[in-house]
Every structure is written in structure tokens, then in C-alpha cells.
């Protein structure tokens, strides 16, 4: 069965840095991958997906992710956050059966933005 | 820009008792999922839902749960006895189709048991 890992509960950082959030992943084929963002009272939005090809993926919000497979990793990543950004984001990889994908999440790491 | 929605925003319940959820996922799509997240615990698959049918469901999804669509709009879950371990929150989600196609969630409905 497939999981996902995100071994930061809680990251600060300073407004104007860059960020670097970390999710691995087991699945026993090629996995599908995403990034979705949670800020406070709203649903879940995607911020990336990778399935195949160019293992660097541009996201909105200015965020990109590269899929390792020798690492089973898909890290998150963004050169210069804004406070706008501040919210949990969760990492998920996606497995096909019965014509449907099911998404298997990480426990999410909560991103707090300092001035 | 469509969205999921979903009702109530919260909902709280005495054990035992019977609880709908509903959601409203977004007009053409043809794929609709419930997902479940305790506090502090990851998001979990509960169920997936094509064609007037369950096409997968989670070892959580036992028999006190089951899912409908009604009518052309709503989905549905229902928790026939709630227990205090359901307590979560719970996110609709509907989509085009598999694989290259995006979940889009709903706000989701936090369900107390007492």
C-alpha cells in the first residue's frame, strides 16, 4: 500500500526566504504525486502535480517541486515566501484502481511566516 | 470559478445519533470522494463514488456509512450511529476524471460527537 511521509510537523521562516518542505513517498509503481495547500477554513487546493516527464513541475503561487525517484521524494520548494503563504500543506500520491484515483496524504506541515 | 461546497460547517451530534453530510460537487464532473481528517492525524480516503456506484471504499468506510447522490447536484454521506471516534473533519471532493484529472475539495463540514 502506498504512504506518504512528511517529516516536518512545523516550519517558521522569515518572510523573503526561501523554503524547502519534504514529503517521501512509497508506492510500488510509478507514483502521482501532488502538492496541495490548506489555509485556515478552506477545502484543499493544488498547488502542483507531477505524473510524468520534466521532474522539476512549476506550481502556482510560484512554488515547484522535483520528483526523485532515487529518493522516493517529491520536496516542495519556493525561493522567496510572502506572509500570504502561511498555511499547512500536504503532500499526497495518487493510486489508480477501478478507474479511480485515490489519494493517500502525508500529515501535513504547517508553515508559519515571521516578519 | 466553480467550487465544491459543502453543508453544515460544523456539526455536532450526540453519540448514537444520525448525521448527513452534504456536499454539492462541481456540476460536470462525474468522480466524487469523501475524506476524513482527525485532528492532528493526516487525511484520510473514506470512499469514491462513479456512476451511481461505490468504486472503492477504505477499511473505515464500514456499515455505518454509506454515500448517495440524490439528485444532479448532491452527494451525500451518511453515518447511521455516530461514535465519539468520528469526530473529524470531513472534505467532498469531486473531479473531471482519473488519473491527470484534479481533486477539488470542499471547504469540508467538522462533525463533534458527544
Known amino acids: 500500500a502506498q504512504s506518504v511521509t512528511q517529516p516536518d510537523i512545523h516550519i517558521t521562516v522569515s518572510e523573503g526566504a526561501s523554503l524547502e518542505l519534504r514529503c517521501n513517498y512509497s508506492?510500488?509503481?510509478?507514483?502521482?504525486l501532488f502538492w496541495y495547500v490548506q489555509s485556515p477554513g478552506q477545502g484543499l487546493q493544488l498547488l502542483l502535480k507531477?505524473?510524468?516527464?520534466?521532474?522539476l513541475v512549476q506550481g502556482i503561487k510560484g512554488f515547484e517541486a522535483e520528483f526523485k525517484r532515487s529518493q522516493s521524494s517529491f520536496n516542495l520548494r519556493k525561493p522567496s515566501v510572502h506572509w500570504s503563504d502561511a498555511a499547512e500543506y500536504f503532500c499526497?500520491?495518487?493510486?489508480?484502481?477501478?478507474?479511480?484515483?485515490?489519494?493517500?496524504f502525508g500529515t501535513g506541515t504547517r508553515l508559519t511566516i515571521i516578519p | 470559478e466553480p467550487e465544491v461546497t459543502q453543508t453544515p460547517s460544523h456539526q455536532v451530534t450526540q453519540m448514537g445519533q444520525e448525521v448527513i453530510l452534504r456536499c454539492v460537487p462541481i456540476?460536470?464532473?462525474?468522480?466524487f470522494y469523501w475524506y476524513r481528517q482527525i485532528l492532528g492525524q493526516k487525511v484520510e480516503f473514506l470512499v469514491s463514488?462513479?456512476?451511481?456506484?461505490?468504486?472503492?471504499k477504505s477499511e473505515i468506510f464500514d456499515d455505518q456509512f454509506s454515500v448517495e447522490r440524490p439528485d444532479g447536484s448532491n452527494f451525500t454521506l451518511k453515518i447511521r450511529s455516530t461514535k465519539l471516534e468520528d469526530s473529524a473533519m470531513y472534505f467532498c471532493?469531486?473531479?473531471?476524471?482519473?488519473?491527470?484529472?484534479?481533486?477539488?475539495f470542499g471547504p469540508g463540514t467538522r462533525l463533534t460527537v458527544l
Open positions: 471532493a469531486s473531479s473531471l476524471g482519473t488519473l491527470e484529472n484534479e481533486q477539488f
Open positions: 508506492y510500488g509503481a510509478t507514483p502521482y
Open positions: 507531477y505524473f510524468s516527464g520534466d521532474t
Open positions: 499526497a500520491v495518487g493510486a489508480w484502481s477501478f478507474g479511480n484515483e485515490k489519494l493517500t
Open positions: 456540476s460536470n464532473h462525474l468522480y
Open positions: 463514488f462513479y456512476n451511481n456506484e461505490i468504486s472503492e
